[in-house]
């Protein structure tokens, strides 16, 4: 028997509209680099009236995960 620890970075983010959740975003960064996101519509009806602020927070979301990838990737 072994055993084996993973470390990562984990985000998390909500973009709301007038106090309310539109979309829930997590994003978990491995040790080497490597990550996986997941983006949720909690409010269909929220999200299509406010598309284009959702999508702006969404890909600063994801600008804020490459970041954080390549400063892992450059420490390894």
């Known amino acids: 028997m072994s055993l084996s ?8 983010a909500q973009v709301k509209i007038e106090n ?6 997590t994003a978990s960064i491995s ?7 997941n983006e949720n519509t909690i409010d ?7 598309k284009a602020e959702c999508r ?3 890909a600063a979301f994801r600008e804020k995960v490459y970041e954080l ?8």
């Open 5 to 12: 620890i993973n470390k990562s970075i984990t985000l998390s």
């Open 31 to 37: 040790d080497d680099g490597n990550s996986y996101t």
């Open 69 to 76: 990838e390549d400063v892992v990737k450059e420490t390894k």
């Open 56 to 58: 702006k927070d969404m």
């Open 20 to 25: 309310k959740i539109a979309i829930q975003m």
């Open 44 to 50: 269909q009806e929220l999200y299509l009236a406010n």
